[in-house]
């Protein structure tokens, strides 16, 4: 079976432009949360979707934003990056069915330089 | 709100135990998680444990959940040099499965 696979896995930006990210959740998962990793914030979770809508959200600026489609795969885009956008992406997937232990399988990342 | 410490470096000898804390101010989950994270890579679940449960052992992996003290600790006997990695300590946020709040990670060095 696959594993959750992101695109890009490194990408450069300036300040102001705007990125999408990729990602494909392990087949048969149907929920996709999104966290961004920093040196000096760490984890810190982003939002999760589940066929195709947004269930859970963290504490980021309306610029961060997320779209589930119909099979399962999603997307985040920050907009007017600014320099402290800088992080790895990581998108994580998971079964949520009724045995569900809540395991989340991360994908490798998408590691953003925004200069 | 919740919050996970861990501390930041552990560095042991190739064979030793490794030990590995981690403590939380709240917790009403189910499961509490530990994960991996290699240079480079992402994360990978390397165990959990089910909140009615004080020990877990899964092979080298030994997970004790002190839930008076909200303490939680990985023990990795026998630890060798590819156990060098980033552990977090991890457990969802407001009883959703999928909204984690990780621990800042705990790097472990192993020498020879």
């Known amino acids: 079976k696959a594993g959750v696979t992101q695109t890009p896995r490194y990408l450069i930006k300036t300040r102001g432009q705007q990125v999408t990210l990729s990602c494909s959740p392990i087949?048969?998962?149907?929920?996709v949360s999104w966290y961004q990793q920093t040196p000096g914030q760490g984890l810190q979770f982003l939002f999760e979707y589940f066929s195709e809508t947004q269930r859970n959200k963290g504490n980021f600026p309306g610029r961060f934003s997320g779209r589930q489609f119909s099979n399962s795969r999603s997307e985040m885009n920050v907009s007017t990056l600014e320099l402290g956008d800088s992080a790895l992406y990581l998108c994580?997937?998971?079964?949520?069915?009724?045995?569900?232990?809540?395991?989340?399988?991360f994908g490798e990342g998408s590691r953003l330089t925004v200069l | 709100g919740e919050d996970v410490e861990q501390s930041l470096f552990l560095s042991v000898r190739e064979g030793d135990s490794s030990v590995i804390n981690c403590t939380y101010t709240?917790?009403?989950?189910?499961?509490l998680y530990w994960y991996k994270q290699e240079p480079g890579a992402g994360l990978q679940l390397l165990t959990y444990i089910f909140s009615n449960m004080d020990m877990k052992q899964d092979q080298r992996l030994t997970v004790l959940l002190n839930k008076k003290d909200k303490h939680l600790s990985l023990r990795i006997a026998d630890t060798q040099t590819g156990d060098s990695a980033i552990y977090f300590c991890a457990f969802p946020i407001s009883g959703g499965y999928n909204k984690l709040i990780f621990g800042a990670g705990t790097r472990l060095a192993v020498h020879p």
């Open positions: 709240d917790s009403s989950s189910t499961y």
């Open positions: 994580a997937s998971s079964f949520n069915g009724p045995t569900n232990t809540g395991e989340l399988f």
């Open positions: 087949s048969g998962h149907r929920s």
